[in-house]
């Protein structure tokens, strides 16, 4: 079965930077677009940003530009998410999410099961 | 960017009893070309990750109890429950997929009466 499983909690400095880790399995990651989705504490979903399954080229949100960047590691199975000059509003539990095969479409029908980045002077 | 408002924000109803959120998108998701809406639904329990309930509108994805239901086209969209059970306690959010960035719904809490 599908599985995404993610890096454990983080807790960063303002400043700071963060890499969240999400290991793949049940599929072939080299097949599907993978998506990264966060989530401020009781707050809604935001998009942050994809990773091509073939090349592993990557599109981000306009307002994540310059500061995150989406990596992959297929020989592993395992997608990598680092966000740089962390501030208080990126507190959020992060997550990693299945897209499609075929398709850029934007729509996640497996997710990992978050990583929680606190960012706390 | 396209926006998603949900109504009602939360919603209490009694074990058995329809539930239905709604979803309105600032602009059509209806793409002209293959007659599709690009609108999801989604379901969050608490501590856990999302779930896909609903794609294109108002195809159930594999597994989802068919209790769950998806209706609407181009900027207004319902998620319905038709007879509530107390493992749908949760939030709901409705997404749009029909242009770059992929925007959600603020959420609808369903709770029990």
């Known amino acids: 079965q599908v599985q995404l499983v993610q890096s454990g909690a983080e807790v960063k400095k303002p400043g700071a930077s963060v890499k969240v880790s999400c290991k793949a399995s049940?599929?072939?990651?080299?097949?599907?677009?993978m998506h990264w989705v966060r989530q401020p504490p009781g707050q809604g979903l935001e998009w942050m940003g994809i990773?091509?399954?073939?090349?592993?080229?990557?599109t981000y949100a306009q307002r994540l530009q310059g500061r995150v960047t989406m990596t992959r590691d297929t020989s592993t199975s395992t997608l990598y998410m680092e966000l740089s000059g962390l501030r208080s509003e990126d507190t959020a539990l992060y997550y990693c999410a299945r897209g499609q095969k075929d398709s850029k479409i934007t729509l996640f029908d497996n997710w990992g099961q978050g990583t929680l980045v606190t960012v706390s002077s | 960017d396209i926006v998603m408002t949900q109504s009602p924000d939360s919603l209490a109803v009694s074990l058995g009893e329809r539930a239905a959120i709604n979803c309105k998108s600032s602009?059509?998701?209806?793409?002209?070309?293959?007659?599709?809406?690009?609108l999801a639904w989604y379901q969050q329990k608490p501590r856990q990750p999302p779930k896909l309930l609903i794609y294109?509108?108002?195809t159930r994805e594999s597994g989802v109890p068919d209790r769950f239901s998806g209706s609407g086209s181009g900027t207004d969209f319902t998620l319905t429950i038709s007879s509530l059970q107390a493992e749908d306690v949760a939030v709901y959010y409705c997404?749009?997929?029909?242009?770059?960035?992929?925007?959600f719904g603020q959420g609808t809490r369903v709770e029990i009466k």
């Open positions: 602009q059509s998701v209806l793409y002209s070309s293959n007659n599709k809406n690009f």
């Open positions: 990773i091509d399954p073939s090349g592993g080229g990557t």
């Open positions: 049940g599929f072939t990651l080299a097949t599907f677009y």
């Open positions: 294109w509108a108002s």
């Open positions: 997404q749009h997929y029909y242009s770059a960035p992929p925007t």
